[in-house]
């Protein structure tokens, strides 16, 4: 026990490390959204500042210019690490002011990538600059031992730990007690808030990109004269960093602190177990700490992580749709093979890694540009494929091309794996886990010697029908046909990914990637389809990984190296990791590629990850489609057109109302048919096809839904009205499975029986014949309008077909006929309201649940959409609507409800609520006596929306 307790305590240096890393990763989350991965880097900045300042120099960062200038000698420890600091706090405010404030408005995943791209930039100065050793520091602290009876500890590592334990108390403080630290958790809950209170957000951001800074680099300075100054180390030094700052949820200074000692200590066991236990793997524990914690962690806590309440405005790159597929495929395979042909030697190896790292690049294309999930370990993933085909081939006696088949299937189920914590997760939390995966998987497997050979893992060359596919030896060496066998890989692939962002699976992809709980509520798994883009893409990756290993013969764990996977996302991201195109000239740009070869030739080999890191960080400034993006909108742009003359009318409503063919539909079953005429509507009380019973719903101690009860008539439309916050919203989130309500949701079958819901997902609910729209509308922007509507096929039941007349029939009664192959991102208001029906009614619901479809129309609009769902009405689907255009719901809705903080207050047909003293009351906060008609009471945004959408987070899943 005793020696237990002696290594936990050694990892207290190490411990603090960690801790200070993500004490400065909190603090620039907080203040920018920034989740800062180059963090590791800024220690690594201030310790070999420090080191120089020690040695009577000052370092020079800047290529071009001395490394160093003399100083006149050793400025003594307190002024070499202020100096150091205050270096270091200029540094975060240039990042911050040249790459981060542009990006303030931009997703958080784009800030993320930037931050990659800075940390890329760091390790390549440093490494050229520097080298990958550096001075030696002597100790800052004491380094006498410690003795508790046996137990023996280094004092300098106590001292650390204790004095970033003091650092984030009072940086704890200050922000907690001071105007500062108020102005901070101000702008950090709304910018838009704070700018109307007359804070500053930029200003606020740039202090706290100082001190996060500042702290970084002290905890690299501290910890210099323990841990030798090497690059990659310290980079690195970031991932059990990530681990600590996201227990402490990117908002809590001192429970990351917390989780960063623990680690530390944790790793520091995990080096003393493997002599206790033989059994235990002699290397890779401690790269094991930081993902067991994560995953724990998250995947029983499962929470976001603190949302900023920043101001959005930009979005990530589209994904286009590929046209044309069989003769793109055709030109790339003659100039592939023209490419392989006319090179030899260097030049057609670099080739050959352009074509594999092409296949992996398109890996990332899936999961990542289609699905939207930040995969940092696609090259692990890879590598997982490659250690594993020459064992499969040899061991288990599989011959090619079963082999590579059945290790890419292997790496697929890995891929799955790796994908499992997105299932309770999302947004960046998803790229620290790959991340961490990656770390995990090359210590652990790929540079452990109890797994794989010292001398790595011999490949036998591929062959079959007697023919040699491999690389050649010797002056062979690389063979054209090794290079014809890849290119008609990487063809086979680049086809089936355009073919998957043209499927309907694609288009599932893309909705989740958009907005998770729009795809749910239009009846996509988000589950199933995240596990498919994981699956799909670890698949291919794995294909890459084993033609890498044929190119290499014997592989071993430097191709695969964690910072290699992070460079390839970001040549990848850099070339368009949206398109099929942008993993094409991923390839190019990859490590070993035709760029990277001809940078080397022409003696520039050093300069690569900075330019890949500085072009990163244009990119994403500037063309979040990467390279390719240009290319690609140009063609878009050709492709769509202008649009048709008659979008205007089908949106004005001008004559449109009395022309359009009305609607005939048999709910819940896979068929839409439009006829001339709309029959004569009627509904019955006793034909119930949705029923609340007692729904109450609890945010807290705030009930913001109470015991609500009512029905919905076959074929009615039925209004839920109500004051702002009267929990019209979270009613229907209930209804559709986005909110945990006491009560039970009842949902008419197609035989009419009324079976209970609540239990079930959202796309179940969905499935079962459902259908909902958003008051925020929730389109998916870079889809076209039919790609959105098709998405709404997935609400369909199992079993079900649709086929383009039927969807074409919807389009011409709503209207978008003219706009079908337009983005919804350039449609106006009116027709993205129609967009929004149009996708939930693919799924042919018998309920429909449409929240303010009338929100931004005028009042000519406003009845031209009434016509249209008056005209869905008499089909036999019932409309459950809220509404705030009170001209609309009295005009149009056999039934309405009114909620008033989560009660039912009122209930009955228009002429009975216009006349309702409550209602009345209620809206206008007067006695009926001489008030106005609540047509004319029109309130603005429901306020209960907001505080469902915090709640909504996991449901979707």
Same mark, same amino acid.
């Given at each position: 026990?005793?020696?237990?307790?002696?290594?936990?305590?050694l990892?207290?240096?190490?411990?603090?490390?960690?801790?200070?890393?993500?004490?400065?990763?909190?603090?620039?989350?907080?203040?920018?959204?920034v989740?800062?991965?180059?963090t590791?880097?800024?220690?690594?900045?201030g310790?070999?500042?420090?080191a120089?300042?020690?040695?009577?120099?000052?370092?020079?960062?800047i290529p071009?210019?001395?490394?160093?200038?003399?100083?006149?000698?050793?400025p003594?420890?307190?002024?070499?690490?202020?100096?150091?600091?205050i270096?270091?706090?200029?540094?975060?405010?240039?990042?911050?002011?040249?790459?981060?404030?542009?990006?303030?408005?931009?997703?958080p995943?784009?800030?993320?990538?930037?931050s990659?791209?800075?940390?890329?930039?760091?390790?390549?100065?440093?490494?050229?600059?520097?080298?990958?050793?550096?001075?030696?520091?002597?100790?800052i602290?004491?380094?006498d031992?410690?003795?508790?009876?046996?137990?023996?500890?280094?004092l300098?590592?106590?001292?650390?730990?204790?004095?970033?334990?003091?650092?984030?108390?009072a940086?704890?403080?200050a922000?907690?007690f001071t105007?500062?630290?108020?102005?901070?958790?101000?702008a950090?809950?709304?910018?838009?808030?704070?700018?109307v209170s007359?804070?500053?957000?930029?200003?606020?951001?740039?202090a706290?990109?100082?001190?996060?800074?500042?702290?970084?680099?002290?905890?690299?300075?501290l910890?210099?004269?323990i841990v030798?100054?090497?690059?990659?180390?310290?980079?690195?030094?970031?991932?059990?960093?990530?681990?600590?700052?996201?227990?402490?949820?990117?908002?809590?200074?001192?429970?990351?602190?917390?989780?960063?000692?623990v680690?530390?200590?944790?790793?520091?066991?995990?080096?003393?177990?493997?002599r206790v236990?033989?059994?235990?793997?002699?290397?890779?524990?401690?790269?094991?700490?930081?993902?067991?914690?994560?995953l724990?962690?998250?995947?029983?806590?499962?929470k976001?992580?603190?949302?900023?309440?920043?101001?959005?405005?930009?979005g990530?790159?589209?994904?286009?749709?590929p046209?044309?597929?069989?003769?793109?495929?055709?030109?790339?395979?003659?100039?592939?093979a023209?490419?392989?042909?006319?090179?030899?030697?260097?030049?057609?190896?670099?080739?050959?890694?352009?074509?594999?790292?092409?296949?992996?690049?398109?890996?990332?294309?899936?999961?990542?540009g289609?699905a939207?999930?930040?995969?940092?370990?696609?090259?692990?993933?890879?590598?997982?494929?490659?250690?594993?085909v020459?064992?499969?081939t040899?061991?288990?006696?599989?011959?090619? !091309?079963? %082999?590579?088949l059945?290790?890419a299937?292997? =790496?697929? $189920? &890995?891929? /799955?794996?790796? *994908?499992?914590?997105? +299932? @309770?997760i999302?947004?960046?939390?998803?790229?620290?886990?790959?991340?961490?995966?990656?770390y995990?998987?090359?210590?652990?497997?790929?540079?452990?010697t109890?797994?794989?050979?010292?001398?790595?893992?011999?490949?036998?060359d591929?062959?079959?029908?007697?023919?040699?596919?491999?690389?050649?030896?010797?002056?062979?060496y !690389?063979? %054209?046909?090794?290079?014809?066998?890849?290119? =008609?890989? $990487? &063809?086979? /692939?680049?086809? *089936?990914?355009a073919? +998957? @962002?043209?499927?309907r699976?694609?288009?599932?992809m893309?909705?989740?990637r958009?907005?998770?709980?729009?795809?749910?509520?239009?009846?996509?798994?988000?589950?199933?389809?995240?596990?498919?883009?994981?699956?799909?893409?670890?698949?291919?990756?794995?294909?890459?990984?084993?033609l890498?290993?044929?190119?290499?013969?014997?592989?071993?764990?430097?191709?695969?190296?964690?910072?290699?996977?992070?460079?390839?996302?970001?040549?990848?991201?850099?070339?368009?990791?949206?398109?099929?195109?942008?993993?094409?000239?991923?390839?190019?740009?990859?490590?070993?590629?035709?760029?990277?070869?001809?940078?080397?030739?022409?003696?520039?080999g050093?300069?690569y990850q900075?330019?890949?890191?500085?072009?990163?960080?244009?990119?994403?400034?500037?063309?979040p489609?990467?390279?390719?993006?240009?290319?690609l909108a140009?063609?878009?742009?050709?492709?769509?057109g202008?649009?048709?003359?008659?979008?205007?009318?089908?949106?004005?409503?001008?004559?449109?109302?009395?022309?359009?063919?009305?609607?005939t539909?048999?709910?819940?079953?896979?068929?839409?048919?439009?006829?001339?005429?709309?029959?004569?509507h009627?509904?019955?009380d006793?034909?119930?096809?949705?029923?609340?019973?007692g729904?109450?719903?609890?945010?807290?101690?705030?009930?913001?839904?109470?015991?609500?009860?009512?029905?919905?008539?076959?074929?009615?439309?039925?209004?839920?009205?109500?004051?702002?916050?009267?929990?019209?919203t979270?009613?229907?989130?209930?209804?559709?499975?986005?909110?945990r309500?006491?009560?039970?949701?009842?949902?008419?079958?197609?035989?009419?029986?009324?079976?209970?819901?609540?239990?079930?997902?959202?796309y179940?609910?969905?499935?079962?014949g459902?259908?909902?729209?958003?008051?925020?509308?929730?389109?998916?922007?870079?889809?076209?309008?039919?790609?959105?509507?098709?998405?709404?096929l997935?609400?369909?039941?199992?079993?079900?077909r649709?086929?383009?007349?039927?969807?074409?029939?919807?389009?011409?009664?709503?209207?978008?006929?003219?706009?079908?192959?337009?983005?919804?991102?350039?449609?106006?208001q009116?027709?993205?309201?129609?967009?929004?029906?149009?996708?939930?009614?693919?799924?042919?619901?018998?309920?429909?649940?449409?929240?303010?479809?009338?929100?931004g129309?005028?009042t000519?609009?406003?009845?031209?959409?009434?016509?249209?769902?008056k005209?869905?009405?008499?089909?036999g689907?019932?409309?459950?609507?809220?509404?705030?255009d009170?001209?609309?719901?009295?005009?149009?809705?056999?039934?309405?409800?009114?909620?008033?903080?989560?009660?039912?207050?009122?209930?009955?047909?228009?002429?009975?609520?216009?006349?309702?003293?409550a209602v009345?009351?209620?809206y206008?906060?007067?006695s009926?006596?001489?008030?106005?008609d609540?047509a004319?009471?029109v309130?603005g945004?429901?306020?209960?929306?907001?505080?469902?959408?915090?709640?909504?987070?996991?449901?979707?899943?």
């Amino acid at each position: 026990m005793t020696d237990h307790v002696q290594f936990l305590l050694l990892g207290l240096g190490s411990g603090g490390v960690f801790a200070a890393l993500a004490l400065a990763l909190v603090v620039i989350y907080r203040s920018s959204g920034v989740m800062n991965f180059a963090t590791g880097s800024l220690a690594l900045f201030g310790a070999y500042t420090y080191a120089y300042l020690r040695q009577g120099e000052l370092l020079v960062m800047i290529p071009g210019l001395p490394e160093s200038i003399e100083i006149g000698g050793d400025p003594g420890f307190a002024v070499a690490a202020v100096i150091s600091m205050i270096a270091c706090a200029a540094v975060g405010l240039l990042l911050y002011l040249a790459v981060f404030r542009p990006l303030r408005k931009a997703p958080p995943v784009a800030r993320t990538v930037a931050s990659i791209g800075v940390m890329i930039i760091f390790a390549a100065l440093t490494t050229a600059r520097l080298g990958t050793k550096g001075p030696a520091v002597d100790a800052i602290f004491p380094i006498d031992i410690l003795e508790f009876g046996d137990i023996r500890v280094p004092l300098d590592r106590v001292l650390f730990a204790a004095t970033i334990v003091v650092i984030a108390l009072a940086l704890a403080a200050a922000y907690r007690f001071t105007r500062f630290g108020l102005a901070t958790r101000a702008a950090s809950e709304s910018e838009a808030g704070a700018y109307v209170s007359g804070l500053s957000p930029d200003r606020i951001a740039a202090a706290n990109w100082m001190i996060g800074a500042a702290v970084a680099g002290l905890a690299g300075i501290l910890i210099s004269p323990i841990v030798p100054l090497t690059p990659n180390a310290y980079t690195l030094f970031i991932v059990p960093a990530l681990a600590a700052a996201i227990i402490g949820r990117f908002s809590s200074i001192l429970a990351a602190v917390a989780a960063g000692l623990v680690i530390g200590m944790l790793q520091s066991e995990a080096t003393y177990l493997p002599r206790v236990y033989d059994w235990l793997p002699s290397t890779g524990l401690v790269e094991l700490v930081p993902l067991i914690v994560v995953l724990v962690v998250l995947v029983l806590w499962a929470k976001p992580l603190h949302s900023r309440g920043a101001v959005i405005v930009s979005g990530l790159g589209s994904a286009p749709y590929p046209r044309h597929v069989a003769a793109w495929a055709a030109v790339a395979a003659v100039v592939g093979a023209v490419a392989v042909m006319v090179t030899g030697g260097d030049w057609r190896l670099a080739v050959i890694a352009t074509i594999i790292m092409t296949v992996i690049g398109l890996s990332q294309v899936v999961v990542t540009g289609y699905a939207g999930q930040v995969s940092l370990a696609q090259l692990a993933i890879a590598g997982a494929a490659a250690f594993l085909v020459g064992p499969i081939t040899d061991s288990w006696g599989v011959p090619f !091309p079963f %082999a590579p088949l059945l290790a890419a299937l292997i =790496a697929a $189920a &890995i891929g /799955v794996v790796i *994908g499992l914590p997105a +299932l @309770r997760i999302r947004g960046l939390t998803v790229a620290v886990v790959t991340l961490t995966m990656a770390y995990t998987l090359e210590a652990f497997w790929f540079r452990n010697t109890d797994f794989v050979d010292a001398s790595g893992v011999d490949v036998p060359d591929p062959s079959i029908f007697g023919i040699d596919l491999g690389v050649g030896t010797g002056g062979d060496y !690389p063979r %054209a046909g090794f290079g014809l066998f890849a290119l =008609a890989v $990487a &063809i086979a /692939v680049g086809v *089936g990914v355009a073919m +998957l @962002r043209r499927s309907r699976l694609g288009s599932r992809m893309l909705a989740v990637r958009a907005n998770e709980r729009s795809a749910a509520a239009s009846g996509v798994n988000v589950v199933a389809t995240k596990l498919a883009a994981f699956g799909i893409a670890a698949f291919i990756a794995g294909l890459g990984g084993t033609l890498l290993a044929y190119q290499q013969t014997n592989v071993s764990f430097q191709p695969f190296a964690v910072l290699y996977s992070v460079l390839l996302f970001a040549t990848v991201y850099l070339a368009g990791v949206t398109s099929v195109t942008g993993g094409v000239i991923g390839g190019v740009l990859a490590t070993g590629g035709v760029f990277y070869y001809g940078l080397d030739a022409a003696g520039g080999g050093d300069l690569y990850q900075l330019l890949v890191g500085l072009a990163l960080i244009v990119v994403v400034l500037f063309r979040p489609e990467g390279i390719a993006g240009g290319v690609l909108a140009a063609g878009r742009t050709i492709r769509r057109g202008p649009p048709a003359p008659a979008d205007t009318a089908s949106v004005t409503g001008h004559g449109a109302a009395e022309t359009a063919p009305a609607l005939t539909h048999t709910a819940g079953t896979d068929r839409v048919r439009i006829s001339n005429s709309a029959p004569v509507h009627e509904i019955s009380d006793t034909d119930v096809v949705l029923k609340l019973s007692g729904v109450t719903v609890r945010y807290g101690g705030v009930v913001a839904v109470d015991d609500v009860g009512f029905s919905v008539p076959r074929g009615a439309i039925v209004g839920l009205i109500g004051p702002n916050g009267a929990g019209k919203t979270t009613l229907m989130d209930a209804i559709s499975g986005f909110a945990r309500c006491e009560g039970e949701v009842g949902l008419a079958s197609a035989s009419g029986e009324i079976g209970i819901i609540s239990s079930e997902s959202t796309y179940r609910r969905i499935r079962s014949g459902l259908g909902r729209t958003f008051q925020a509308i929730e389109l998916y922007e870079d889809l076209s309008v039919a790609e959105n509507v098709s998405v709404g096929l997935s609400g369909r039941p199992a079993g079900a077909r649709a086929d383009a007349a039927e969807l074409d029939e919807i389009f011409a009664t709503l209207g978008l006929s003219g706009v079908q192959h337009v983005a919804a991102g350039q449609l106006s208001q009116g027709q993205r309201q129609l967009v929004s029906i149009a996708r939930a009614l693919a799924g042919t619901p018998s309920v429909l649940l449409l929240d303010e479809p009338a929100g931004g129309l005028d009042t000519g609009e406003s009845a031209w959409l009434g016509e249209r769902l008056k005209a869905l009405r008499n089909t036999g689907v019932s409309i459950l609507l809220v509404e705030h255009d009170m001209g609309l719901v009295l005009s149009i809705c056999d039934r309405i409800h009114v909620l008033d903080f989560g009660k039912l207050l009122a209930s009955g047909t228009p002429e009975q609520i216009r006349t309702d003293p409550a209602v009345l009351t209620a809206y206008l906060g007067t006695s009926a006596s001489g008030a106005a008609d609540p047509a004319t009471a029109v309130a603005g945004p429901s306020a209960d929306t907001t505080r469902a959408a915090d709640a909504t987070s996991e449901a979707v899943s």
